[in-house]
């Protein structure tokens, strides 16, 4: 029964150091991303739109306006990335972690007006900066 207790403690731990459960999607259009091996010339075109749409406010290893982003997908899901690049709004009023992100960050993402297969092209690119 102790090891039971102390292994659910250190599940509910771990979740909440790490800021987001595996399970959690987030809001918006994206419901489930399959990964398989990295695309590199997804991550050429990610790293790309990244610089041009997300590097005023995001850095990898340091809080500038946004949070860094190194470790970014061993975090949160591609689900709830992906929503919350297309959906920062909705993500930010619905969904709890991004509203805590808000919270302590004290500034909005704005809306970057991505499709899908950029957000998409963005993730890959954050994989590979883990």
Known sequence: MKITLLITFITVLLIS??????EDKGIGMIKEVK?????????TEGQALFQKKCSTCHRMDEKLIGSALRGITKRRTPE???NMI???DGMIKENKE????????KVRMAPQNM???EARKILEYLRTVN
């Open 17 to 22: 150091i790490s800021g987001c459960s595996k």
């Open 35 to 43: 990964l398989g091996e990295i695309d590199k010339s997804m991550v």
């Open 80 to 82: 709830w990335i992906m």
């Open 86 to 88: 297309l959906n920062p």
């Open 98 to 105: 991004a509203r805590e992100l808000f919270e302590k960050l």
């Open 115 to 117: 499709n899908e297969d």
